[in-house]
């Protein structure tokens, strides 16, 4: 079989690696991928948003099966695209990624369906915005309405904090037209959990839930990150928090997109935060998280291209997806400076052995060299029976790899740890 992955970083790195296990498989083609994946798939230079030249590529190639990775092609039809042509895809269409395309529509779809989330208002016009502002509860948090690279939400601790907010968005345009509109919603407590399920529209699965570190520094400070390590399984998300994000949210969520004509397919991921009042959604994502995947993905037993095609081939149910009873830590190396200002062009040096712990995020090939070329380099990821061992694992073979300006989080998993001591 010939397999195209949509996409080019650790996320897309761990869904190869783990696709190149089914013994089917004869060739990969990363889109555009990057120096970092060329051991594992053939490298292709176009652009994860370039629908046209994706979709005359599968054809040309005669690609059996194609996974379209990052939120951006999803949102703007690239499965659609393909599905036209014949190709069966891993992905939503493009009328069911808006879940995670417009945070107004995915909003209004919880409060019509009652599933738990934050209470909120939408605003298209700023001056009506920083008019709310003024009286609303603070903390507060302010989204811009379309994608914006994971950044788009702003936590307000103070009125000042939620009026600059809105102008940065509305009107200076921080994310372009994604802050069209906003949605400032009540300010929620509590562990933070992503769940990431494989659903083909009528049975949801989900998968091993993870704990992700978004600030930049220790002790979660510093900005916010695209994510700067993860572990797996979140100690807080417990067997009864389980079955109630089942009933509540999970299986209304998947019922109330087929209800609207939007039938979702794919990945869907549940941001959740575990209030004093129960789960609540803090956001979707329509496809595979990142860095939760490089936690999640090496827990997973089973055959991900089979399940992958049972979601796409409706037949999920019928499909066994089975994670191992262990633990896994990914810890994110970094650029100094990021996610700010960062330089790229050092050379990186990963021991052979460690080939199967590593994630290539932000890197380029020049000859035979591997160099940085992104914010987020790689993530390291171990997989040991208890999560203690893979923290320190994890570490360790952090502490192997080597380029300059590398900086990297010292307490990703301690958290967690924390946890599970009290």
Do not use: W
């Not at 370039?50 to 190639?61: G, Q, R, S, T, Y």
């Not at 050092?346 to 290539?360: C, R």
């Amino acid at each position: 079989m010939k397999i195209m992955v949509v996409g080019g970083g650790g996320r897309e790195h761990a869904i190869i690696k783990k696709i190149r296990e089914n013994k089917n498989v004869t060739e990969i083609f990363a889109l555009p991928g990057n120096g970092g994946m060329a051991k594992d798939a053939v490298l292709v230079d176009i652009a994860a948003t370039d629908i046209e030249k994706i979709v005359k590529f599968a054809v040309e190639n005669k690609i059996d099966y194609a996974v379209v990775a990052p939120d951006d092609p999803l949102v703007l039809g690239c499965v659609d695209a393909l599905e036209e042509k014949g190709i069966p895809c891993f992905g939503p269409r493009k009328n069911a990624a808006i879940i995670e395309g417009s945070k107004v529509f995915s909003k209004d779809l919880m409060k019509k369906y009652g599933i738990p989330t934050a209470s909120y208002e939408v605003f298209s016009n700023a001056e009506k915005a920083l008019e709310y502002v003024e009286s609303c509860p603070v903390p507060t948090v302010v989204k811009a309405d379309g994608l914006a690279l994971g950044k788009g939400v702003i936590i307000a601790m103070t009125r000042e904090e939620a009026k600059n907010a809105v102008v940065s968005i509305m009107k200076d345009k921080q994310f372009g037209k994604s802050g069209d509109s906003i949605v400032i919603e009540e300010f929620l407590t509590g562990p933070e959990v992503s769940v990431l399920s494989f659903t083909d529209g009528n049975t949801v699965v989900p998968m091993v839930s993870s704990m992700d570190h978004k600030r930049a520094g220790d002790n979660d400070t510093g900005l916010n990150t695209g994510g700067m390590g993860t572990i797996a399984p979140n100690p807080y998300y417990t067997k009864s928090v389980a079955d109630e994000c089942m009933e509540k949210i999970f299986l209304p969520t998947i019922k109330a997109m087929k209800q609207e004509g939007r039938t979702f397919k794919g990945c869907l991921y549940f941001g959740l935060m575990l209030t004093p009042n129960g789960p609540k959604v803090i956001e979707y994502n329509c496809r595979f998280g990142d860095p939760e995947t490089q936690v999640v993905l090496p827990l997973l037993e089973s055959d991900l291209l089979t399940v992958m095609q049972a979601v796409t081939n409706e037949t999920l149910s019928e499909c066994e997806v089975k994670f191992a009873d262990k633990n896994a830590c990914c810890v994110i190396m970094a650029s100094e400076g990021y996610p700010v200002k960062y330089e790229k062009g050092y050379e990186i040096t990963i021991p052979e052995e460690l080939d199967k712990n590593v994630f290539v995020a932000g890197a380029r090939l020049e000859g035979n060299k591997l160099l940085t070329n992104g914010g987020r380099v790689l993530g390291v990821t171990t997989v040991k029976d208890t999560l203690a061992k893979a923290i320190e694992a994890s570490y360790e073979a952090v502490s192997k790899i080597h380029f300059d300006n590398a900086y990297y989080r010292k307490d990703i998993g301690q958290k967690a740890l924390n946890c599970k001591e009290a």
